[in-house]
């Protein structure tokens, strides 16, 4: 299995951007999917979460600019950001987790990381 993040970029503050994943490879059931960030020096953390069943669940800091979906017909998680600001500055991961065969327990799976920058 292989999530392959995409949409970063140098965007200026105010602006929006839409970060995609899809994830391909040997998949029975995809799980919760969400989008994670990583400031240099530090952990990695959650930004925002959306369930098999549309759940969704958000870091304090993301809940009015951020928004989570799923298609599970493309096995893709979108994360859009409206109104950036230059502490959105950061890595963000995407994350699945992902059940190969009924008979396999479902296990997190990685994207490889994209890049946003916000300039003031």
């Known amino acids: 299995v292989q999530l392959q993040a995409s949409g970063g970029g140098l965007v200026q503050a105010g602006g929006s951007l839409r970060l995609s994943c899809v994830a391909s490879g040997r998949i029975y059931r995809i799980g919760t999917m969400g989008w994670y960030r990583q400031y240099p020096g530090m952990e990695r953390d959650l930004v925002a979460s959306?369930?098999?069943?549309?759940?969704?669940d958000y870091a304090d800091s993301a809940k009015e600019r951020f928004v989570i979906s799923r298609d599970d017909d493309k096995n893709t998680v979108s994360l859009q950001i409206n109104s950036l600001k230059p502490e959105d500055t950061a890595v963000y991961y995407c994350?699945?987790?992902?059940?190969?065969?009924?008979?396999?327990?479902?296990?997190?799976?990685w994207g490889q990381g994209t890049l946003v920058t916000v300039s003031s």
């Open positions: 959306i369930s098999r069943s549309g759940s969704t």
């Open positions: 994350n699945a987790r992902i059940m190969q065969a009924d008979w396999i327990p479902a296990y997190d799976f």
